[in-house]
């Protein structure tokens, strides 16, 4: 009997969601970092294995928006409780229990479906104690169908779970093929590996008023084997510009050289890559960026 369906991932932000996929399906397809909202969109990942087929559903982090871009990610994430066939709602076990985690139990008391508790980072934790004592916490808020405490950095007790969760799925068919991980095309991918490197090496409001476009993608005229991108990293403002490139081009050449590497194994082809930096003021508040740079599906 062959099983599939769909499973959300949900969580404050930094909880480890993009991790945990990205070692699942032992590929990148997700971005992470040490900043807060790193994911912005819902992004699926797809475990395909001789009984099951799990497409899971990385979400942003969940978090009181300060602006319309942060609404539109909040909403991604609740709305997808409203059509899987189970959750995973992950915490950081070195976090304690927070109005964030208040919050999305609140959320949950209305789910009809199971949901499993994943207690991430437990490679961190010297203290077995506070960590009890933290799940606790949880437990007395909300009646789980299952909990597990895992790393997804190393990857403790993910075959586990994996197994526990083809096992409340029903018997369903194949709804991918089997060598495909994700249903996002290699664009928004591309355009996320440039976003993960300006996150890398940037601080302060930066990393957070960043988006990055893919202008023009194609196979080049005289050199079938090599590909050209020209991508654009969007601003809000002329000083974070200046951050950008760099002094003498320094810093949006660093961006490239290491985006570069990461597109280059991801689509097996020798890379040109082409990034010059644009301001477009407040996109984040207004509508019309935000649809236009693809942030529609919950305004």
């Known amino acids: ?29 997700t971005i992470v970092s040490e900043k807060p909202q790193t994911t912005r969109n819902n992004i699926s990942g797809i475990y395909t294995s001789e ?22 990610m909040t909403k ?18 070195t976090k304690s229990f927070g109005k964030g985690d208040q919050y999305i139990l609140q959320l949950l008391q209305s789910v009809k479906i199971p949901v499993f508790l994943i207690v ?48 409340e799925l029903e018997e369903g068919p194949k709804y991918y093929p089997d060598d495909q991980i994700t249903d996002h095309p290699e664009k928004f991918i591309i355009s996320e590996l440039i976003r993960e490197k300006v996150l890398k090496l940037t601080r302060e409001e930066i990393p957070h008023s ?44 660093e961006i490239g050289i290491l985006a570069r590497k990461d597109i280059l194994y991801l689509l097996g082809s020798k890379v040109y890559l082409d990034l010059h930096c644009k301001v477009v003021k407040d996109w984040r508040n207004k509508d019309f960026h935000l649809r236009n740079f693809g942030y529609q599906e919950s305004l």
């Open 210 to 253: 960043v988006m990055v476009l893919i202008e023009y993608m194609q196979n080049d005229d005289k050199n079938p084997l090599l590909i050209n991108i020209h991508a654009s990293i969007i601003v809000e403002r002329n000083s974070q510009k200046g951050i950008i490139i760099g002094k003498g081009g320094s810093m949006i050449k």
């Open 76 to 93: 991604a994430a609740i709305n997808t409780l409203k059509s899987v066939d189970l959750v995973m709602f992950m915490i950081d076990s």
């Open 1 to 29: 009997m062959f099983k599939s369906g769909f499973v959300t991932i949900i969580g404050r932000p930094n909880s480890g969601k993009s991790t945990f996929l990205n070692k699942v399906l032992g590929e990148k397809i």
């Open 120 to 167: 991430n980072k437990v490679d961190l934790i010297t203290d077995i104690v506070p960590l009890k004592n933290h799940i606790d916490k949880f437990k007395a808020s909300y009646n789980f169908k299952g909990i597990f405490t895992v790393s997804a950095l190393r990857g403790d007790n993910l075959d586990r779970l994996l197994v526990d969760i083809e096992n």
């Open 51 to 72: 009984t099951s087929q799990i497409v899971f559903i990385d979400t942003p982090g969940i978090h009181k928006p300060q602006h319309k871009l942060g609404e539109f």
